[in-house]
């Protein structure tokens, strides 16, 4: 089952779960692959940014990429290859793809500054990995520091036939959606799919610009699912009405240094993490910030029930 441009929905960024001594959770792992499948997930993507791959061993990131492939058999997994050298991250797509993924993700260097850098990165990253793998383009300028204009797109997408997908997570970055996608019309762009990350912090105006789903980790994935079911059945004002009741939290989830940590929490708070833990190096959430986000949720459980918890 290999990624494609058709490739829409939703497909989770996923945590890695641990346990308060830095152990995986594979319990949590199994919980979360059935829970995504069960809210109509159509991929899940493992070892992006917030599932802290950089703090797993090589040994381990094949691990949890291979245990939510097995689980979760019939939707497409991608799995995040990002790495500072072309052998690791050679060795850990051949790997998964071996696994049964359905692709991986490449984000780029944050020294990578011009134009053609970028361009002659990921022509290198496909020489290392094959150009049998169908890859996703992560463009996370707030991340990584690499500004990828349309143009860069373009040109990647251009010369890269595996490249399939974008993860779209420029901000602002509507326009950027809208230039692809206008020039896909034109015919002067092949078609990739485009999800959209940044915790879903714009997805109600992304999908009306021409995005096909979310491709981010938010605590409640299930509502940017509904979020990017109602925009395809063109039923606008209900996609926005539900993505407004739980803009409060999103912008919470957000802040940087700390979003990991909120979203952690609330997944520990829906029964779906055994532990908010994450592995060091690591910032926890001060009792202030969880009585925060216990006060957002109660305010959002008035809208939408999913966010009525039962307190820990």
Request: charged content about 20%.
């Amino acid at each position: 089952m290999l990624l494609t441009t058709d490739a829409r929905g939703v497909f989770p960024i996923a945590p890695t779960p641990f346990f308060e001594d830095g152990r995986i959770d594979t319990a949590s792992v199994d919980r979360l692959t059935d829970f995504y499948l069960g809210i109509g997930a159509t991929g899940i993507t493992v070892l992006g940014q917030l599932g802290e791959a950089p703090k797993l061993e090589h040994a381990e990131s094949v691990a949890v990429a291979r245990r939510m492939i097995r689980r979760a058999a019939q939707l497409p997994v991608v799995v995040g290859v990002s790495a500072p050298g072309f052998a690791a991250m050679r060795a850990l797509t051949h790997e998964v793809m071996t696994a049964g993924a359905a692709g991986v993700m490449i984000a780029p260097p944050h020294t990578l500054r011009s134009d053609d850098q970028i361009v002659g990165y990921y022509r290198q990253a496909v020489q290392a990995i094959g150009a049998d793998v169908p890859f996703v383009l992560q463009d996370y300028p707030l991340t990584f520091s690499v500004q990828m204009s349309p143009g860069v797109i373009r040109r990647i997408v251009d010369e890269l036939p595996s490249c399939v997908m974008l993860k779209h997570e420029d901000w602002p970055g509507l326009e950027k959606i809208g230039t692809l996608r206008g020039w896909e019309r034109e015919g002067a762009l092949r078609h990739i799919a485009i999800l959209c990350g940044n915790g879903g912090l714009f997805l109600d105006y992304e999908m009306e610009r021409g995005a096909d789903g979310a491709n981010t980790g938010y605590a409640f994935p299930d509502m940017l699912c509904d979020v990017v079911r109602l925009s395809q059945a063109g039923q606008r004002e209900e996609a926005h009405d539900l993505f407004d009741a739980h803009l409060p939290l999103l912008r919470y989830e957000q802040q940087p240094g700390v979003g990991l940590a909120v979203r952690k929490y609330v997944l520990m708070r829906r029964g779906l993490l055994a532990s908010a833990s994450q592995r060091q190096p690591a910032a926890p959430l001060t009792a202030a910030a969880r009585a925060e986000v216990d006060h957002l949720l109660q305010r959002l459980a008035r809208r939408d029930p999913r966010a009525l918890l039962l307190p820990v």
